[in-house]
């Protein structure tokens, strides 16, 4: 074991060789957590967000927390990092804070530490700001202070019961995406994808309800943990509705996905992860809504849903062997959720 300046926050690390790569390094950063790095991605990680190096600690601590430390290597940086859900306010900073501390609380009463190391835990961007947040989480009677120690006010308490509700015990994986014959395929591969993840594939057409179906919809994504949202567009068509063949009672079928999108920013503004996927054709990519561009989308083509296996072995992260839809939706929310505590309900070779 060596002393060395973390590759992501450049702060002093442990740094033992990996026993399963020659080429790997193990590195535990009071800071970043728990990772693994391959050497090309630890030459190549200075040129990722180069204004942002918190981003990569983000990702790291969260892993390293959840007991599931990252692999870095060159092909996942990028993905890493598109792939964060920034919080959108001080508050939602203030709220995985809580969360976090909630968390770590073995007794409602037992004060907890916050080294100003641990900005990453609550998705702060510095030491300063994290600071600077908790004495914010303080006067709004989310923590009290106790000595050098931290624990939960009352309204902390409520804070957290009502934020676990949805984005911590949840194992629920809401899809939205088209309901048609033409895209079983999509939904087969998609639900083996989050089942592998360990979590339950939500699909509203698959489930019985009674009332308004958005409600209904509405309720399923607010149990959800995270949210699979796909873009791909049927082809325009005219069709004719009351019967006759008369022009003006015909209408034009966009074939753009509304309620998707309707779906989606429901769920991203409810802060869950939402894993854009969109069929890879020049029909469905160039309808993309402006608005939805810049995320980090999974394309896949019809080849991707015949298989629905998922290799879970770790070396698929080092040959280049193409990834099916299912593993590539398995490897993002591993990646940015982590693994969910349901059994697999599909069947996935080791
Ligand atoms: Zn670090």
Redesign the pocket.
């Known amino acids: 074991m060596e002393e060395r300046?973390?590759?992501?926050?450049?702060?002093f690390?442990e740094f033992t060789s990996s026993s399963q790569h020659r080429d790997n390094w193990c590195?535990s950063?009071?800071?970043?957590?728990r990772?693994e790095i391959s050497l090309e991605a630890a030459t190549e990680i200075r040129h990722v967000a180069p204004d942002q190096p918190y981003l990569l600690?983000w990702v790291?601590?969260a892993a390293s927390e959840r007991e599931n430390p990252l692999t870095l290597v060159r092909s996942n940086l990028k993905e890493l990092i598109d792939s964060i859900a920034l919080p959108d306010s001080p508050l939602a900073v203030i709220d995985n804070l809580i969360l976090y501390v909630s968390k770590k609380s073995k007794m409602a009463d037992t004060p907890i530490e916050l080294p100003v190391m641990d900005y990453p835990v609550a998705y702060a961007k510095s030491d300063r700001e994290f600071i600077f947040l908790i004495n914010k989480a303080i006067e709004l009677g989310y923590l009290e202070k106790a000595g050098g120690y931290y624990r939960l006010g009352l309204e902390g308490w409520r804070r957290a019961t009502e934020l676990r509700k949805t984005r911590y015990d949840s194992n629920h994986a809401f899809v939205a995406m088209w309901f048609d014959k033409k895209t079983e395929k999509y939904r087969e591969a998609v639900k083996a994808g989050i089942s592998n993840a360990g979590y339950s594939p939500i699909i509203a057409d698959e489930r019985e309800f009674t009332g308004n179906i958005m409600d209904f919809v509405l309720a399923r994504i607010r149990e959800s943990k995270f949210v699979v949202a796909d873009f791909t567009v049927a082809p325009e068509e005219r069709v004719k509705f009351s019967g006759t063949d008369e022009p003006e009672n015909a209408k034009t079928k966009k074939g753009t996905r509304g309620g998707v999108y309707y779906e989606a920013g429901f769920a991203k503004g409810l802060g869950l992860q939402v894993i854009h996927t969109c069929k890879k054709e020049n029909m469905s990519i160039n309808r993309l809504h402006f608005d939805v561009m810049q995320e980090n989308t999974i394309f896949w083509t019809d080849d991707e849903i015949v298989q629905t296996t998922v290799r879970l072995d770790n070396e698929r992260l080092y040959d280049s062997s193409p990834r099916n839809l299912s593993e590539k939706i398995y490897d993002r929310i591993i990646m940015i959720l982590g693994r969910g505590n349901l059994k697999p309900l599909y069947k996935s070779t080791t």
């Open positions: 300046k973390c590759f992501i926050c450049q702060n690390a590195i950063c009071r800071i970043c957590g990772y600690s790291t601590r």
